[in-house]
């Protein structure tokens, strides 16, 4: 299977190969300056006019339609006629039927082929007849056999217990019988003995802890619980402090108020946990560079012959099992009374009060085995040719551990529901402005390998092209708008949920979204628009429905009740949030590829990047005194700090006129019918101009040196957290070079970002 190539040479002319010329000058119109720009268009502009002069001069009949290259289709907004074919094309809703079919089976990466063709014949069935399987080789592992058992040394060494490392078979689930081992992909082979020590949710901080209070924790095994922070760097920080394996478990305390001692009954009954629902995962170390880990800023695709280095950096030597509630609770009793006991180290585990041990009684000897090796990534990637077909948006999705309906598949039925309302749209005639590719990625799950190596090896054109990047992965498990973007799409994501109808309500999405959520968030990692914005710099959102832990079913997350019956008895009853998430989306993706001016704005940016930089905790030392005179010369940090504020202020005034000038442009669209020749013409030189801007804004964020011990990392502005994984950083290189006390780097970064703010001034 990992052998199969046979779509490649099949689908080789549909493949979005770039003409070598055309990215070269793309690549390098984006370096261009703005001013550079505007006088290029001017040019353009005056030629133009003068063509048009001469055509009148010499009598050639001139009429405005016979201008190739001005059809009105082309340029006039048709957002309102096409968004009313979406969703009439949406009052079906098919998402459940999707769903259905996508939980016959699981889509480990690089694996189910059976699952692979069933994503490609229904991008092809339902509109995208420019759909091709495009492959990168990645290093992967696959689940042999593992074990754990707990010893008895003082009793002979004799083996007390042995957990099953599987979910129970559930009567109402037909999914809970599914047979893929509860693994970590990447986890070390070994088979290691030795005492076990607790260590809470196994963050940086809580080795430090341990370490402090003088806890021997040297070739010791490490329990930890899910939360907080991704699970990779869980087994990095054990690892580091040279733990020898670490064993992961949900603990149920992290469920909030959905617990059995609340009186929620556990799945399949009710809205708790099952007690033996395992969390599978990947132990990659993403915040250190996601995607192939032999592989980090390149990609190689079958039969090319590149170079790969040693894959340690990013993923772990040590072995590592994850484990459910039910089965670590033996274990764990075994620590009580054993050890300190830490300030809110406390979980909700039957008979054990969570003192940290070791017991020199009881051993644990856990065994991983798993077969690391090179594997094929099938991307399905699927087209819609835009009028423009020199920019395009991209829309992703992904692979799957388990049959798994939530994750990605709410997010993959989401995606062909949309993939079928645009075929239907394309049936009228349709097109959009600019491209539209569809993308579901393989190895999203073992560190986001399908887009990285996608991305990493069409970097250059994806830089001249994409003009925005939007994610759903688990697009619904609840009924709470989420969403989390770069600031040059809050725009267009407010706009869009005032069109749309909150379900069984009088309010409109926007309303719900205001009253719960608040605020769009910021985006750290953990899904496939890592690489786009924070290796690419281009603008991306991820979105979904989400749950809360007061009144609604636990997500039983990578394990096998992620499965059909949970969402259709609690996720999503009747698919109602997966039909709003198509619509959505749906809507989001016509605004941005059906409008002449680009929905991309820049005063929201201004604004969080002034909260960002107040937020910094610059020591107060660091703003007084004036010794690093040979690294900022005459500029102290204080006074480089000053300046910093009144450009962002600036930036703010300037953004925010940029922002008005583009409405006009898009106000000066819906009067195309009373513009002279002349008008329009204008309005489409002026709207080139300014949707250059906004095409490589975002990429003006990239630092090419990207983060300390982590280059990979070239987002200015946002990062995954080095401690945290998931959860973004902002300011990454600022705010860490004042984790780690490095005034020169703070300055030379401080010196970089006021320069930042110089070009993006400069834009506005
Ligand atoms: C996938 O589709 C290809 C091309 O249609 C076919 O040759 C292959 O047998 C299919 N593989 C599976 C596992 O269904
Ligand atoms: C310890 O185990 C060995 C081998 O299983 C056995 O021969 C021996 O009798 C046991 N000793 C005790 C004290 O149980
Ligand atoms: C999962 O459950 C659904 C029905 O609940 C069923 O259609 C599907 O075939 C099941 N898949 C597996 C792998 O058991
Ligand atoms: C693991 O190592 C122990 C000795 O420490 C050995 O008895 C056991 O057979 C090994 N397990 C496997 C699966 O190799
Ligand atoms: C924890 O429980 C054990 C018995 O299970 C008891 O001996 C010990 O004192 C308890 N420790 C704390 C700190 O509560
Ligand atoms: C270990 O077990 C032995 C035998 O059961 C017992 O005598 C001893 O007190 C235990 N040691 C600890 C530290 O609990
Ligand atoms: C994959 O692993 C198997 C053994 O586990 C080995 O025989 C094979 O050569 C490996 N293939 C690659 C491409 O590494
Ligand atoms: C919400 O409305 C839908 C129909 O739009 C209905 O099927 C569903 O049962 C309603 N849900 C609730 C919680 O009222
Ligand atoms: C659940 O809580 C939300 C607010 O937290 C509330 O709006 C909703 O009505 C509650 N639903 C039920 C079924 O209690
Ligand atoms: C201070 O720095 C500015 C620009 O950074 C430079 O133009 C000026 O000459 C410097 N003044 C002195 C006294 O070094």
Redesign the pocket.
């Known amino acids: 299977m990992k052998e199969y190539m046979?779509?490649k040479d099949?689908k080789k002319d549909n493949n979005i190969h770039i003409v070598n010329d055309v990215e070269a000058q793309s690549t390098s119109f984006y370096n261009y300056t703005i001013n550079e720009k505007k006088k290029l268009y001017s040019f353009l502009f005056l030629l133009s006019l003068i063509f048009i002069s001469l055509l009148t001069l010499f009598n050639f009949s001139f009429s405005f339609s016979n201008l190739s290259f001005i059809n009105n289709n082309n340029i006039v907004n048709t957002y309102d006629l096409s968004s009313t074919v979406i969703l009439k094309s949406l009052e079906k809703n098919y998402a459940g039927k999707w769903l259905k079919d996508y939980t016959i089976d699981n889509q480990l990466a690089g694996t189910n082929?059976?699952m692979?063709?069933y994503t490609?014949?229904k991008f092809i069935e339902l509109g995208l007849t420019d759909s091709y399987i495009d492959q990168y080789t990645s290093y992967i592992s696959y689940p042999l056999e593992n074990s754990l058992s707990l010893i008895d040394s003082s009793n002979n060494n004799s083996i007390i217990y042995k957990p099953s490392l599987i979910e129970d078979i559930l009567d109402e689930d037909p999914n809970s019988s599914y047979n893929v081992p509860a693994f970590l992909g990447y986890a070390a082979n070994g088979n290691i003995t030795g005492e076990f020590i607790y260590c809470n949710y196994g963050r940086f901080e809580d080795f430090e802890k341990l370490i402090n209070l003088g806890i021997n924790l040297k070739g010791k095994i490490a329990i930890v619980k899910y939360g907080e922070i991704y699970r990779g760097l869980k087994i990095k920080f054990a690892q580091d402090v040279g733990m020898s394996a670490v064993l992961l478990y949900t603990d149920p305390k992290d469920d909030g108020e959905i617990i059995i001692q609340n009186g929620f009954k556990p799945y399949p009954n009710g809205f708790a946990r099952n007690p033996s629902s395992i969390q599978r995962g990947s132990a990659l170390f993403l915040s250190m560079t996601p995607g192939d880990p032999m592989t980090p800023g390149y990609a190689i695709k079958p039969g090319e012959k590149k170079d790969r280095i040693d894959p340690f950096n990013t993923i772990p030597k040590i072995p590592a099992l994850p484990i459910s509630y039910k089965e670590i609770t033996p274990i764990l009793q075994k620590l009580s009374g054993y050890g300190p006991k830490l300030n809110n180290w406390d979980g909700l585990i039957d008979g054990y009060n969570f003192t940290i041990g070791p017991n020199p009684n009881f051993t644990l000897n856990l065994y991983n085995k798993q077969d690391f090796n090179i594997s094929i990534m099938n991307n399905i990637m699927g087209k819609i040719k835009g009028y423009d077909d020199s920019k395009f948006i991209l829309i992703g999705n992904h692979d799957s551990w388990t049959p798994a309906a939530a994750d990605p598949h709410s997010g993959s039925a989401t995606i062909l529901e949309i993939i079928r309302a645009f075929g239907n749209l394309l049936e009228t005639g349709w097109k959009p402005k600019i491209s539209i590719i569809f993308a579901s990625w393989d190895g999203e799950e073992y560190g986001l390998i399908g887009s990285t190596e996608y991305a990493e090896y069409y970097e250059n054109e994806l830089k001249a092209k994409c003009i925005a990047y939007i994610n759903t992965d688990v697009s619904t498990i609840g009924n709470i708008l989420n969403l989390q973007s770069s600031p040059m799409l809050n725009n267009i994501l407010l706009d869009t949920t005032k069109e749309l109808l909150y379900p069984n309500s009088s309010i409109t999405l926007y309303d719900h979204f205001i009253s719960n959520m608040g605020k769009i968030g910021t985006l750290g990692s953990g899904s496939d628009y890592t690489v786009f914005l924070e290796h690419l710099g281009i603008p991306s959102v991820d979105m979904g429905f989400s749950n809360n832990l007061k009144n609604s079913s636990i997500y039983q997350y990578h394990s096998l009740y992620d499965s059909y019956y949970w969402m259709t008895k609690f996720g999503d009853p009747g698919f109602i949030y997966h039909n709003l998430m198509s619509k959505f989306m749906s809507l989001v993706i016509l605004h941005l590829s059906d409008e002449p001016v680009l929905r991309l704005r820049t005063n929201d940016y201004a604004i969080e990047l002034e909260k960002y930089f107040n937020d910094l905790n610059i020591p107060k030392n660091w703003l007084n005194i004036n010794k690093e005179k040979n690294l900022i010369k005459n500029n102290s940090i204080h006074k480089l700090v000053k300046i910093i504020n009144n450009k962002l202020e600036l930036l703010k005034t300037k953004t925010f006129d940029f922002d008005e000038y583009l409405s006009e442009l898009t106000e000066l669209f819906k009067k195309w019918e009373d513009l002279s020749y002349w008008q329009r013409i204008k309005l489409i030189f002026k709207t080139k101009s300014a949707n250059s801007i906004l095409q490589y804004y975002e990429r003006h964020f990239l630092d090419e040196h990207g983060l300390n011990n982590r280059p990979w990392f070239k987002h200015v502005v946002y990062a995954s957290g080095r401690y945290t994984g998931y959860k973004g950083q902002e300011l990454p290189g600022l705010a860490e070079a004042i984790e780690d006390n490095d005034i020169k780097d703070f300055a030379i970064r401080l010196k970089k970002f006021s320069h930042m703010l110089d070009t993006l001034i400069r834009m506005s």
Request: glycine letters at 0%.
């Open positions: 046979d779509y099949e082929l059976k692979v063709n490609l014949n």
